[in-house]
């Protein structure tokens, strides 16, 4: 795949990684997701200050110290807001926003509803392993309501897990897909499609933490492809997701909103297009 308007340079994934040696533990999933990442840039061929890495907090966040392009490393919670600004302000950079479960969908919750309402021309990706992997294995958002292995939380949440690519299509996010760190080719071709996709990209990736959830190790024989092709209507892709078993892997939808642009008026008329039916039986 390739983009006329990105000056292609012959690159490889190595080219985009820093002198830093990750200190995630052995096995961790977050390695193939450099290792994707840094494959989809060299796959783009864009010079690594062209691109820049955001995130906010976590395991999974230390991710722009691994990479060469620039990068910001800010606060809990906050990644998608500096990625926004940077997008903004310098709007011939790609940005790519990193982080997890906790930093995304509890603490910067707020923020990932409304960068999906935006549609600021950004990808984010979020290594998602059910847990606060960084502060030693508290419950997160998506962490299922029977896990029982925390202290905080000895009988679990008991609460409904977010489902993250449900909540990313119904706020308007325009590319969603979902990988897993297990097949780093198929996830570094998603990320690719996903930062060439003009608008807000979502990818969420199962990441496994081998210490605080080793039950994750059997995600490798539970992950398969979707079963159906992307689709672009948004009601067809609310549908499979609301049935999905959590464990379909594949680009789940190519929306075709306009991505932000400053000073550009909105168009109401196509921000409130899928919705403006009757319910569909
Ligand atoms: C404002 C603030 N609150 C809490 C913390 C503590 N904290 C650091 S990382 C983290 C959760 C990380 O979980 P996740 O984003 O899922 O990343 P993972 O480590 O699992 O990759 C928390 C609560 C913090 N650094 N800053
Ligand atoms: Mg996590």
Redesign the pocket.
């Known amino acids: 795949m390739t983009d006329t308007t990105i000056p292609q340079v012959d690159m490889e994934a190595a080219d985009y990684k820093s002198a830093n040696k990750p200190i995630w533990c052995p096995g961790c999933g977050?390695f193939s997701v450099l290792q994707a990442i840094t494959k989809s840039m060299a796959a783009l061929g864009k010079p690594p200050e062209q691109l820049a890495v955001i995130s906010?907090?976590?395991?999974?966040?230390r991710i722009p110290a691994y990479t060469k392009c620039y990068g910001f490393h800010g606060?809990?919670?906050r990644s998608l807001s500096l990625a926004t600004g940077l997008k903004v302000a310098r709007p011939d950079l790609t940005v790519v926003c990193t982080?997890?479960?906790?930093?995304?969908f509890?603490?910067g919750g707020n923020h990932f509803l409304h960068a999906c309402r935006r549609n600021v021309d950004i990808t984010y990706i979020v290594?998602d392993?059910e847990?606060?992997?960084?502060?030693k294995g508290?419950a997160?958002p998506t962490t299922d309501p029977l896990w029982e292995d925390s202290a905080l939380t000895p009988t679990g949440t008991g609460m409904n897990p977010f489902k993250p690519l449900v909540i990313a299509l119904a706020s308007g996010a325009n590319f969603l897909g979902r990988g897993f760190s297990g097949d780093a080719e198929g996830t570094a071709d998603m990320i690719e499609e996903a930062i060439l996709h003009p608008g807000f990209s979502f990818v969420q990736i199962l990441s496994p933490?081998v210490t605080y959830r080793p039950e994750q190790k059997e995600w490798r024989n539970m992950v398969h492809p979707a079963m159906v092709d992307a689709t672009s209507d948004s009601a067809r892709a609310a549908r499979r997701l609301m049935t999905d078993d959590g464990f379909n892997t594949g680009v789940l939808y190519r929306g075709d909103r306009e991505p932000f642009k400053l000073r550009q008026q909105s168009n109401a008329a196509q921000q409130t297009a899928d919705f403006s039916g009757q319910f569909a039986v």
Do not use: A, L, P
């Open positions: 977050d906010g907090i976590g395991c999974s966040s606060v809990h919670g982080g997890g479960d906790g930093d995304g509890s603490i290594m392993n847990v606060y992997g960084m502060t508290q997160s933490c």
